[in-house]
Each structure stands twice: as structure tokens, then as C-alpha cells.
């Protein structure tokens, strides 16, 4: 990693921080911004894509125009959400937002404008824009976004992890999904496994499905309604993983998995809940499961 690349990797993480930990203050900055600087601000998340591009020599003027305008579309959006939808219920342009973002992520349909080993950044880039667009311009309520966990998160996504491990387990092993592997990889992996996990996986992943998906559906569709469609099409995200066709045993324990997701998130609508369930399933998965 060059000093260019580490920058671009800061300045992507900033936001994100910001969000989780300083959300209050966050939205409360934005708040004060003139509406066209509120606006255009998230053009500047171009900046970390040019940084990485020039440094590699990939550097592509489609993509950085990509990059400058992408999120203020995302912004213009949800700003004109929350004016024709200030009752919070749901609106056309949310769901288009979602759309997008989450099949640009699945479908990979921007990692071409990164190195190979650093397309994680541009998960972490749409995420930004997802997070500025929905706490500074939507104004998002329910969200649960706040990585300050308690004690009750932890609670909450301990007793959602146990509830569907041995369904999991069962059901994964009969269908062979699964396969069990002996050995103790240490405390330092297990750990590392799981904190990466939860900030690049399962954070970005609940933020997206529960704290925004599944929040907006529940003023749609009701409680349970929520949290079945939101479980599906969690499922039907991973269609593509680990395999060259449809995946559908994957897709069938990803939703069955969404539905604890789901329920750790709606208890006290805290994406750090969720989250500890996610990160955990998918680290004893990774070390000893797959």
C-alpha cells in the first residue's frame, strides 16, 4: 500500500467512523451547510478513487466521473425523499437508492475501477454515500446505526446466534453446504476474524438490509412482513457467492440466517446488535464450517 493508497483508505473510513460513533454531531453538521453545499458535499468521495487510481497508474475519467456524481445523485434523491415523504413510510426514491447501491455491491459492477486487492474500498466508497445520503438528507429515523454497543446489543445478538446455529448447523450439513473442520486456530485469529468481519462485512451488510431495508419496509408492510421480505432478499444477495451459477443452498441459509439478523436488529432497532450475530455466524462459518 503506497502513502496515496492509505490516505484514500482514511478518508473512506472517516465517514463511516464518523457515522457510528458521532452520529448526532454528524447529522447536526450537515444540518448547518447551506442546502447546495449539503448537497455537493458527497462529491468529494471521488477524491480517495482518484488517490488509489493515479497511484496504481488504472486511472479511467469514466469512472471518476462516476465516482464525483453517483453520490450526490444518491443525496439529490433522498433529500427530495424526505420532502414528499416526511411521514418516513417509504418512498420510491428510497428504494431505488437501495437498489442500486446493493447491486452495484453484489454484481460487482464498479470493482473493475480498483486493484484487485483493494476492492473493498469501493464498498466501503457506496456505503459512505448510502450513510451521508440517509443520515444528512433523509433524515432516517429508526436506524440504529450507533457502534457504541451495550451490554443489552450484546445480549441481543449472543441470544439470536444461538437460537439459529443449530438450525444452521443441521441444516447446512445435510445439505452439504457445511462441512466441519477440526482444529483451534488460536484466540489472536478468532479475534481477528472476527472485528474485520464486523466492519467490513457484517456493519455495512445489517446497516443496509435491516437498518435501512428492513426499517423502510416495516412502515410499508408491518412488522413481520418486514422481516421476511428483508430476509429474502439477504438471501438472494448471496446467489453468486462461491460458486459460478445460482447458489441456492447459499441463498436459502443466508435467508434463513437474515431472519435472526432481522430480529436481533427490530428488538431495540440497533444495527450493532445485528451485527455481533452476523460477524459470529460468519467467522465459526469461515474458521469451521467451510
Known amino acids: 500500500m503506497s502513502p496515496a493508497m492509505w490516505a484514500a483508505a482514511m478518508m473512506l473510513l472517516a465517514p463511516y467512523a464518523a457515522a457510528a460513533f458521532f452520529a448526532e454531531r454528524f447529522a447536526a453538521w450537515a444540518r448547518e451547510l447551506p442546502a447546495w ?51 418516513e413510510r417509504g418512498d420510491w426514491r428510497d428504494f431505488l437508492v437501495l437498489a442500486v447501491l446493493g447491486l452495484a455491491v453484489d454484481l460487482r459492477w464498479f470493482e473493475g475501477a480498483w486493484p484487485a486487492h ?53 441444516l447446512g450439513l445435510a445439505l452439504g453446504f457445511l462441512h466441519l473442520h477440526s482444529g483451534w486456530p488460536g484466540f489472536a485469529p478468532i479475534g481477528g476474524a472476527w472485528i474485520y468481519t464486523l466492519f467490513f462485512i457484517a456493519v455495512p451488510e445489517e446497516l443496509f438490509f435491516r437498518g435501512w ?33 445460482f447458489n441456492w443452498r447459499y441463498v436459502l441459509l443466508a435467508a434463513l440466517a437474515g431472519l435472526f439478523y432481522g430480529r436481533a436488529w427490530r428488538r431495540d432497532q440497533r444495527v450493532g446488535a445485528s451485527a455481533i450475530t452476523h460477524a459470529s455466524v460468519d467467522t465459526i462459518w469461515g474458521l469451521w464450517l467451510r
Not at 40 to 62: E, M
Not at 153 to 158: E, P, S
Not at 224 to 237: C, D, H, K, P
Request: with cysteine; net charge positive.
Open 213 to 245: 431495508m428492513q426499517n423502510l419496509l416495516e412502515r410499508r408492510i408491518g412488522r413481520m412482513g418486514a422481516l421476511a421480505a428483508t430476509a429474502v432478499l439477504f438471501g438472494l444477495s448471496h446467489f453468486n457467492k462461491r460458486a459460478a451459477g
Open 37 to 87: 453545499v449539503r448537497m455537493a458535499c458527497p462529491c468529494v468521495l471521488v477524491v480517495p478513487y482518484a488517490l488509489v487510481a493515479w497511484s496504481s497508474g488504472i486511472f479511467r475519467a469514466g469512472w471518476f466521473a462516476l465516482y464525483a456524481l453517483l453520490p450526490v445523485a444518491v443525496a439529490a434523491l433522498l433529500g427530495d425523499a424526505r420532502r414528499v415523504d416526511a411521514e
Open 118 to 170: 483493494l476492492t473493498v474500498m469501493n464498498k466501503v466508497l457506496l456505503l459512505d454515500a448510502g450513510i451521508y445520503a440517509f443520515l444528512a438528507q433523509r433524515r432516517l429515523g429508526g436506524v440504529g446505526f450507533d457502534l457504541r454497543l451495550k451490554a443489552r446489543d450484546a445480549a441481543t445478538g449472543l441470544r439470536e446466534l444461538a437460537l439459529y446455529v443449530p438450525i444452521g448447523l443441521l
